[in-house]
């Protein structure tokens, strides 16, 4: 038995619940007299919705398969050999969910070596290697390739990503050291460093054709076909694959330089693993693969081993597995149809959620507001957003005219909503505004009508509480920018009856949103931690720490911006408005600054102006500035920021705010971009000791986003 199957062999035994994938080999003759082809096909017997993976038994199999296709070419009785994925889908990597069960470094690294040990053996076969992209393809898929001598990718190829990075590791089954000395170290950056800190970014078909990475694309109707045909032509010789030459001068060092200088924007040196991965990169500038698999294989361990990747696997396990089943959320059987959309407001957000609500639903959508102007202003948004939509080529002709034909704007709300089966009011956040909007769209709705709400902050049961069926009021709070942020907390006022929370939590998964039930509690989950959070920022500031200390002193937990930018984006008046609610609930916990007033008094959009093209505090809103003389260090700052966050947090999950810390993680990371590496924030606090000095105990168990015991 050979040292590489003991290995795989050993580390099996530590993924009793891996989806296996088998690599079959199958025999052809190529087109033109070009010879008998071996093709392997990855396949792990299931749909495209189940992508395959490598896990220590796949691996061995694919080991298997280059053990009998090795033996033929020796032989001579091959004259190459190529491997693909079944419909759809290349490989999408590491099996994941065995990861997570690892608790010894040493197997840490025979996971790394048993990937290096099978894949590098398709550049030591007697005859060419062909890879076939043909469907999705990403981290170890991705790698699988580079081990090969040539490479051809679909054009109807939807993903392709090296994204270990994203989740807290590097590419560690050769990407790091093939990459760069494919494609130049610049564009390897890119894919490697610069996508996956950009949420997980990914490359169609054609940029990876056009990046290097492939020789060849073709259509995907018939891609294996035509790859066949050019594969028996480079083996004839009349197809000649040539590669630009890799720069290994200055040009390696300085893509090295800006590969450092995103990490350091995205992460600001709070998470290893883009700087283990650059460190490769720049060793790999001579070219030696041998060194670089080492150097990858002892990353793999370590970070494996480290608290940002069990973070990270965490994350992604709540956006793709529990965002798909609610906690607490009724039996979506209960949920009534939706024909009909209502939307009250015609200013920004409204118009916003008329696009998303038409463009998901594909029904009609009508705005109401208090002039003809604002109706039409709204209306024309929408119409101005599927112009766009159709100028890109994201929708035909045909689509772009039909969803015009479906919004609509009226003054009245009778005219409006009386056969609406679902209203949401986008209107100025006061509660008595809202009780008096709830009233009117009550007395002309449906009696089945779903009335939502999108308030950030306010009680939903006290905004139904005048109303005849206060039960069919939900709290539905979206995040801005609409489009983009996935969030929806969904709030159940305390006569919300299971039918009417159901059809918001249908509604929800039609709009593709993460759907996250919240208590009706003051600012739910999102604003009431980032008003904490920021509070206890603008109060350091107050009391006499610098502005640039106090934002400096959050940078290790890798945000996706500092405080005070955050403000900005939110608007400082919004954020005085949320604390001043926080501070009604909870004046004990939750201030409100004079300073902040006074900047939003004065009209001032942020603390800082970009005339340089950083920001910079503007002197006007630091003339307005009154603070005391107790100066902070950063340590001393982020100790007493998270520890206030802590604080909330413990007292949210003692009201039921949510059903569990995961929910809390849930909603940050997918409504405030906070990082994966972090895991949203518990496992962040839990890893730094926060968890246990302010509460008395972490918010997880060990094993969860942590290494097992």
């Known amino acids: ?72 070419a020796a032989e001579g009785t091959i004259t190459g050999v190529g491997i693909t994925g079944k419909p759809f889908i290349f ?35 007697a005859v060419p290697t062909f890879a076939y992209y043909n469907g999705a393809a990403m981290g170890g898929g991705v790698e699988v390739g580079l081990h090969c001598t040539y ?39 890119s894919v490697i460093i610069e996508n996956s800190l950009n949420q997980n970014r990914q490359l169609k078909g054609k940029q990876v054709f056009e990046l290097g990475i492939a020789d060849a694309l073709f259509e995907g109707a018939d891609f294996l076909e035509q790859s066949l045909i050019w594969t028996a032509n480079v083996l004839r010789g009349t197809v000649a694959v040539e590669r630009a030459e890799v720069d290994r001068g200055d040009a390696w060092d300085a893509a090295v330089a800006r590969g450092r200088a995103i990490a350091d924007s995205k992460v600001h040196g709070a998470a290893p693993a883009a700087y283990r991965a650059l460190d490769i990169i720049a060793a790999a500038k001579d070219g030696d ?34 965002a798909k089943r609610p ?45 003809q102007a604002r109706v039409d202003k709204g209306v024309g948004y929408v119409h101005a957003e599927i112009e766009k939509l159709l100028g890109k080529g994201r929708i035909n002709q045909d689509k772009a005219n039909r969803l015009k034909g479906l919004v609509s704007g009226v003054l009245d709300k009778a005219e409006g909503f009386a056969d609406a089966d679902f209203i949401i009011e986008a209107v100025f956040e006061e509660i008595g505004v809202k009780q008096q909007v709830f009233a009117e769209v009550e007395a002309v709705a449906p009696a089945h009508a779903i009335l939502a709400t999108n308030t950030s902050s306010l009680s939903v049961t006290e905004m139904a509480s005048k109303l005849k069926n206060p039960e069919r009021v939900v709290g539905f709070h979206f995040f801005n920018p609409v489009a983009i942020l996935p969030l929806l907390e969904i709030v159940r006022g305390e006569q919300t009856d299971d039918a009417s929370l159901a059809t918001a939590f249908g509604v929800a998964r039609k709009l593709k949103k993460t759907a996250v039930l919240v ?45 005070l930018v955050l403000l900005e984006l939110v608007g400082p008046a919004i954020g005085l408005h949320v604390s001043e609610t926080l501070n009604r609930a909870f004046p004990e916990r939750f201030t409100v600054s004079e300073n902040l007033a006074a900047v939003v008094k004065a009209g001032k959009r942020g603390f800082y102006v970009y005339d340089s093209g950083a920001p910079v505090l503007d002197p006007e809103v630091a003339a307005l500035l009154k603070q005391g003389d107790t100066v902070l260090t950063e340590e001393q700052t982020r100790d007493r920021v998270l520890d206030a966050v802590a604080q909330e947090i413990g007292l949210m999950l003692d009201e039921g705010v949510v059903a569990e810390a995961q929910d809390i993680d849930l909603c940050l990371i997918t409504g405030a971009g906070w990082p994966f590496h972090l895991g949203g924030i518990t496992p962040y606090l839990d890893r730094e000791g926060v968890s246990q000095r302010v509460n008395g105990k972490p918010f997880l168990e060990r094993g969860v986003a942590s290494v097992p015991a």
């Open 327 to 371: 906690a607490g959320a009724p039996d979506k059987n209960l949920a009534r149809p939706v024909t009909k959309v209502g939307v009250v407001g015609a200013g920004l957000m409204a118009s916003q959620l008329a696009l998303l609500f038409l463009r998901r639903l594909e029904v009609p959508v009508v705005l109401t507001d208090i002039d």
């Open 519 to 563: 208590k009706d509690a003051p600012a739910f989950v999102v604003n009431r931690i980032l008003t904490r959070f920021m509070g206890e920022i603008q109060n350091v500031i107050d009391e006499g720490t610098p502005v640039e200390v106090a934002e400096k002193a959050v940078e290790p937990l890798g945000l996706p911006m500092s405080p």
């Open 289 to 322: 693969l041998s060194a670089g698999f080492d150097a990858e294989d002892q990353a793999l361990a370590d970070l494996i081993m480290g608290g940002e990747l069990r973070s990270g696997i965490y994350a992604f396990n709540l956006v793709q597995k529990r």
């Open 151 to 189: 490479r051809t990718v679909s054009k109807a190829l939807p993903a392709f990503s090296l994204p270990e990075v994203f989740l807290g590791l590097v590419p560690g089954w050769g990407g790091c050291a093939l990459l760069p000395n494919l494609i130049g170290a610049d564009r390897a950056v």
């Open 1 to 72: 038995m050979s040292s590489t199957t003991e290995l795989l062999k050993g580390a099996a035994e530590l993924f009793p619940g891996e989806v296996v994938t088998q690599a079959h080999v199958r025999h052809l003759d190529l087109p033109a007299g070009a010879g008998n082809f071996a093709l392997i096909t990855l396949d792990n017997g299931l749909d495209h919705t189940k992508p395959t993976t490598f896990g220590p038994q796949s691996l061995a199999n694919l080991n298997a398969a280059i053990d009998q296709v090795e033996k033929e």
């Open 91 to 125: 490989a999408v990597g590491a099996d994941l969910k065995g990861v997570e069960l690892l608790g010894r470094h040493e197997d840490a690294l025979a996971i790394g070596k048993g990937g290096h040990d099978v894949f590098r053996r398709l550049s030591g076969l």
